[in-house]
């Protein structure tokens, strides 16, 4: 088990050695005028930032990401080729010449932005963002290097591009698996006034059992970095420092074979092969289902973007009258003496 484990964290760090930017692609030389004398600039095509880039502000199809190592910004455009680099505000600068005298297009009044989990990239969540897109949501599939920061890290870049999204009236967030993690320490118990609904899709609300195995191998650590210690149960994980519901309304989908063993036989109950059903579940949820996928497609899975396009419509993933809430939980008073 350990060798085959080791094997795949050897083709984990492959890919994401990679980097951002394929050097077959062919490089585009452009001038860039300045205020005082034009500027030579390289224009790259890049993969939009694998597991080294955080997005932190969107305008239209343009996006300004961080290296989570340098710190450096660069902007990107709907291509994802690089623009510019430098700090914040250069690109900011260099995006505002760039849209000046442009027709602006209408904006849509309600965005949904879509999390990926630990150690995917958000082209993974493009398929069920074109969905949501075909019945009229603006979408972001947001960038964010998963096993480089912390996920306390994560939600403050979060914060920083809901922040941005000035023109937005509603901003509804779709977390898959740790992406959900993430948007759980965003929101912390306080309310924005934007946020609309969250959908958590195979979230480990209550850790991950597969961390707990794993988290002291060097493979797992090397792959995985801090945000993959984060995600053991108990007091070891993030899970248990977080507000134990959301301070919006809420919905979590969960992964299921539906035989109540599941795929894996390190889990207890049911589960999606990684994440057990019980795992997911988070007091307070305006509603909760299964749906049978494995963990990895779990996003894809027809039957969950229908419940995700529901919940952010209506309020129920499957209608109101087969809602399953989970109950807030209560103390015992008697407990308490």
Known sequence: MTSGFLLACGLALGMI???ESDPSMEDELTQQPSESTA??????????????WSDVYYNQEYRIQQHCLTGEHRLLDGKFKRLTTGDEPTCRSALQRLL????????????????????????????????????GYG????????????????????????????????IHL????????????????????????????????????????WHRNWGYRKVMGPAGQQLQTGACGITTQLPQTLPV??????????????????????DDGT????????????????????????????HAQEMVLR??????????????????ETRDETDEK
């Open 17 to 19: 050695a990679s980097d």
């Open 39 to 52: 500027r030579l600039r390289w224009r790259r095509q890049t993969f939009g930032g694998l597991q080294f």
């Open 100 to 135: 000046a005298g442009r027709e602006k297009p209408e904006t849509p009044k309600e965005v949904v932005l879509l999390l990926h989990g630990i150690i995917r990239t958000h082209h993974s969540m493009r398929g069920l963002a074109k969905y949501l897109e075909r019945h």
């Open 139 to 170: 979408t972001y599939t947001v960038a964010y290097p998963s096993t480089r920061l912390a996920i306390e890290r994560h939600a403050e870049n979060l914060r920083r591009i809901v922040d941005g999204l000035d023109e937005a009236d509603t």
């Open 174 to 213: 779709v977390g898959f698996s740790m992406g959900g993690l993430v948007i759980r320490s965003f929101l912390g118990d306080s309310p924005h006034p934007r946020i609309g609904r969250v959908v958590m899709l195979g979230t480990p609300n209550q850790g991950a059992m597969k961390a707990d195995w």
């Open 249 to 270: 309304e809420f919905a979590v989908v969960a992964g299921a074979r539906g035989n109540g063993r599941g795929y894996s036989w390190i889990l207890e109950g049911d």
């Open 275 to 302: 994440v057990s059903v019980a795992s997911t579940r988070l007091a307070g949820a305006r509603d909760f289902t299964t749906v049978r996928s494995l963990h990895t497609f779990l996003m894809t899975n027809r």
């Open 311 to 328: 919940f952010l419509n209506e309020g129920s993933l499957r209608g109101e009258e087969h809602r399953s809430p989970i109950p807030l």
